[in-house]
């Protein structure tokens, strides 16, 4: 079955350390990939998106995330966070079947002073 | 450019009511989707419109419905609710297949 798996539910940092969050997903072909962020009681903001092309892919927000067909990942990081990067993330993914936009179960950033 | 908006931003509903939930997408934007968003249940498609059509459906009961207007905007209705459709109702657009979606900021809708 087509899924989307965020392993990591919650994850605490330092602000200024680095993060990395983790997205795997079960699809027959690669499908179009994404990372949107959520602050509380928001709608979901764009971060960065993989169609096709360079596997390593800038965002906004010091975001960037790197394809790897080989490992079925796609993983969002952050070379130095800041206590604004605080919120929840989800990864993201449109099938080439059914152009259905399917996420993750997202992960919880705590940044930590 | 205005972006994706909602209305209304809050919604309080009586179990057995129905509710009705408005979306306009960005300009240009024919493709209209709707997630619905409940506690520790993360973001679950419900319907997917576009140029007026209903192209994708996800796993809820029938009283969950929709349409698209002319003008691509959309609504979404839910017939006999229940106190577990309390949730934020988020609407997303975007300009055609296999684009980025562009998220608004919601309707918290709780039934009581």
């Known amino acids: 079955a087509q899924s989307v798996t965020q392993p990591d539910i919650h994850i605490t940092v330092s602000e200024g350390a680095s993060l990395e969050l983790r997205c795997n997903y079960s699809y027959g072909a690669t499908p179009y990939l994404f990372w949107y962020v959520q602050s509380p009681g928001q709608g979901l903001q764009l971060l960065l998106k993989?169609?096709?092309?360079?596997?390593l892919v800038q965002g906004i927000k010091g975001f960037e995330a790197e394809f790897k067909r080989s490992q079925s990942s796609f993983n969002l990081r952050k070379p130095s966070v800041h206590w604004s990067d605080a919120a929840e993330y989800f990864c993201a993914v449109v099938s080439s079947n059914d152009y259905k936009l399917s996420f993750g179960a997202g992960t919880t950033v705590t940044v930590r002073a | 450019e205005a972006g994706v908006t909602q209305s209304p931003t809050h919604l309080i509903k009586t179990r057995g009511q129905q509710a009705t939930l408005r979306c306009s997408p960005i300009s240009g934007h024919t493709s209209v989707y709707w997630y619905q968003q409940a506690l520790g249940l993360g973001l679950q498609f419900l319907l997917w419109y576009d140029e007026g059509e209903e192209r994708n459906r996800g796993n809820f009961p029938p009283r969950f419905s929709g349409r698209q207007f002319p003008n691509y905007s959309s609504e979404l209705n839910v017939n006999a609710l229940e106190l577990e459709d309390s949730a934020l109702y988020l609407c997303a657009s975007s300009l055609e297949l296999n684009t980025e979606a562009f998220f608004g900021q919601g309707t918290r809708l709780t039934v009581v």
């Open positions: 993989y169609f096709s092309g360079d596997t």
